[in-house]
T-cell receptor, first 111, second 114 residues
Framework: DQQVKQNSPSLSVQEGRISILNCDYTNSMFDYFLWYKKYPAEGPTFLISISSIKDKNEDGRFTVFLNKSAKHLSLHIVPSQPGDSAVYFCAASFTGNQFYFGTGTSLTVIP | DVKVTQSSRYLVKRTGEKVFLECVQDMDHENMFWYRQDPGLGLRLIYFSYDVKMKEKGDIPEGYSVSREKKERFSLILESASTNQTSMYLC?????????????FGPGTRLTVT
């Protein structure tokens, strides 16, 4: 059973606008969350993380929000750029070692 | 810069063959992982290892085994390849300590079993 879900397989956004990628999880024991970005024919690369003691973490154009009561996190990209076009995976863990990944959201930023 | 390398980018094998996928990391990471990525299913953990000669089953270990004889190297073995093991295989490594859980991934091996 999928413990981490990304219900939107794809998202298209105009360049310069905000991209919002969503992720839901079912296990309330998860206490650490990561976002990865993946280009075709490459391995995923780490983007940003958040622990359950926070509700927001920001790094440049990327912000992750965590709503523990709703078991929901989101990644905001502002402003979106064509180079952001990639597949984005969220991942969750309660041990720090084994992570459960979502199915991914393919983001297309239209110039 | 952390580097995780995988022995092959593309591999084509026949049903029933024994297949070895090799992964090497150069940052002295304790943890190493093998995932497979399939459309609509995301990344699923096959096996991981905390240390040399240690291994733990992930979510989908059936049909696979692993070997970690040296800290920097983690091998995934398909004892008898089957067509349902056609997939993208990704290796990753990370530090054991609590301060950073980030996993560093290799470029992946696209395995086709015919």
């Amino acid at each position: 059973d999928q413990q981490v879900k990304q219900n939107s397989p794809s998202l298209s956004v105009q360049e310069g606008r905000i991209s919002i990628l969503n992720c839901d999880y079912t296990n309330s024991m998860f206490d650490y969350f990561l976002w990865y970005k993946k280009y075709p024919a490459e391995g995923p690369t780490f983007l940003i993380s958040i622990s359950s003691i926070k509700d927001k973490n920001e790094d440049g154009r990327f912000t992750v929000f965590l709503n523990k009561s709703a078991k929901h996190l989101s990644l905001h990209i502002v402003p979106s750029q064509p180079g952001d076009s990639a597949v984005y995976f969220c991942a969750a863990s309660f041990t720090g070692n084994q992570f459960y990944f979502g199915t991914g959201t393919s983001l297309t930023v239209i110039p | 810069d952390v580097k995780v390398t995988q022995s092959s980018r593309y591999l084509v094998k026949r049903t029933g063959e024994k297949v070895f996928l090799e992964c090497v990391q150069d940052m002295d990471h304790e943890n190493m992982f093998w995932y497979r990525q399939d459309p609509g299913l995301g990344l699923r953990l096959i096996y991981f290892s905390y240390d040399v000669k240690m291994k733990e089953k992930g979510d989908i270990p059936e049909g696979y085994s692993v070997s970690r004889e040296k800290k920097e190297r983690f091998s995934l073995i398909l004892e008898s390849a089957s067509t349902n093991q056609t997939s993208m295989y990704l290796c990753a490594s990370s530090l054991l300590q609590h301060s950073s859980y980030e996993q560093y991934f290799g470029p992946g091996t696209r395995l086709t079993v015919t």
